[in-house]
């Protein structure tokens, strides 16, 4: 394997956190908490596009 997974590889971690996130918002019973959650996986998944390009390290290399 070359070092190209490695970026795919950290960008699909970031929007597993970003994910992760936006289902803790969903369970957040303070409204204050749940806006500060989605808030937060909003950022991480813009800076995975930023970082790794949209949709980098969503599909599997051929």
Known sequence: M???SQPNER????RDKAQ???QAAQ???????RQRLKDRAVRIRE???QEYG?????????
């Not at 960008?11 to 970031?14: E, S």
């Not at 369970?27 to 908490?33: L, R």
């Open 27 to 33: 369970h957040a019973t303070d409204p204050a908490e």
């Open 47 to 49: 800076k995975a596009e």
């Open 11 to 14: 960008a699909q971690q970031m």
């Open 2 to 4: 070359s070092g190209d």
């Open 54 to 62: 949209r949709g980098s390290g969503t599909m599997d290399p051929m």
């Open 20 to 22: 992760e996130l936006e």
